[in-house]
C-alpha cells in the first residue's frame, strides 16, 4: 500500500520557488531518504508534506486521501508526523510534559498518560530526566525526546529531518541506533539527513534532490554504489 504520494510539488517563500515540481512517494513499511546539498529544499519539502508551507502547485495524496489543503493537525491527527529540524521541544516544559503534547491532537486522550510512560521505558535516557525541565537536556537527549514525543502522535508515516545537525558523533550514533530500532519496529519512515551515507545504509529507497528537484533515485543499495560519482555532481564536492 502507498502511504505517501507526491507529484509536481512547488512551494517556497514569497517570490522564491525552492520546489520545483518534485515526485516521490512512500510505501506502508519502508524506509526511504532524501539527501542533498544544504540549500537543495529538503526541509521545505517536509514542511510542506505536514502543512507548515502551503504548496504552490501539486498533489500531496495520504493514505489515499488528498491533504495539500488539510491544516496541520488534520494530517497529524491522520498519522504523519514530522520531527522537526532544530527540535523545536518545548524547554519550559518537563521531559514528560513535553511527551503529552506529542498526543495533542490523538482522539484517545484518556490513554496519553500511560502511553508517556510506557515510551519512557523504551528512551532509559530520558526517563532518567522525566521530571527535569526540557532546557537542561544535552543536543542528543532534546533530539531523543523530539522523537519520542512524534511517536506519541501514533504515526503511519513518521517523517524525521536532519536528525543528526548539532551532534557530537557518539550521539549521532546514538540517534541513528534508535531510527534503526525504529524501522526494525515496522514504523514507516521518510528521513532526511545530511549525513546521505549513513542515511542510505538504513533506508530501503532514496532520492537526491538538487535545486528544488528530484534529479536521482533508485534503491539504496544502488546510490550507495555510485555515490562517489553523484556526490561530485550534486553535493558540491570537487577534486583536489
Do not use: C, W
Not at 108 to 136: G, H, I, Y
Not at 202 to 218: H, K
Amino acid at each position: 500500500m502507498t502511504l505517501l504520494t507526491v507529484t509536481g510539488l512547488k512551494a517556497g517563500y514569497g517570490n522564491i520557488q525552492v520546489l520545483k515540481g518534485i515526485d516521490i512517494s512512500v510505501e506502508n513499511g519502508e524506509f526511504v531518504t532524501i539527501v542533498g546539498a544544504n540549500g537543495a529544499g529538503k526541509t521545505t519539502l517536509l514542511d510542506t508534506i505536514i502543512g507548515i508551507l502551503q504548496a504552490d502547485d501539486g498533489t500531496i495524496q495520504f493514505m489515499n486521501k488528498r491533504i495539500e489543503k488539510e491544516p496541520s493537525h488534520v494530517r497529524v491527527r491522520d498519522g504523519l508526523v514530522l520531527v522537526p529540524e532544530g527540535r523545536n521541544i518545548l524547554i519550559q516544559m518537563t521531559v514528560f510534559e513535553n511527551l503529552l503534547t506529542g498526543g495533542y491532537a490523538r482522539k484517545d486522550q484518556a490513554t496519553l498518560k500511560k502511553d508517556a510512560e510506557a515510551m519512557l521505558s523504551s528512551f532509559p535516557l530520558l526517563n532518567a530526566r522525566r521530571d527535569s525541565l526540557a532546557s537542561v537536556l544535552s543536543g542528543g537527549e532534546q533530539q531523543m525526546l523530539t522523537i519520542a514525543r512524534a511517536l506519541m502522535a501514533k504515526p503511519k508515516l513518521l517523517m524525521i529531518d536532519e536528525p543528526s545537525l548539532g551532534l557530537a558523533p557518539l550521539m549521532i550514533e546514538e540517534v541513528f541506533k534508535i531510527i534503526s530500532d525504529l524501522r526494525a519496529q515496522g514504523i514507516t519512515i521518510l528521513l532526511v539527513e545530511q549525513n546521505a551515507v549513513q542515511a542510505l545504509k538504513l533506508a530501503d529507497r532514496g532520492y537526491i534532490i538538487d535545486q528544488g528537484q528530484i534529479v536521482a533515485q533508485d534503491s539504496a543499495n544502488i546510490l550507495l554504489k555510485n555515490f562517489e560519482e553523484l556526490e561530485k555532481v550534486y553535493f558540491g564536492v570537487q577534486e583536489l
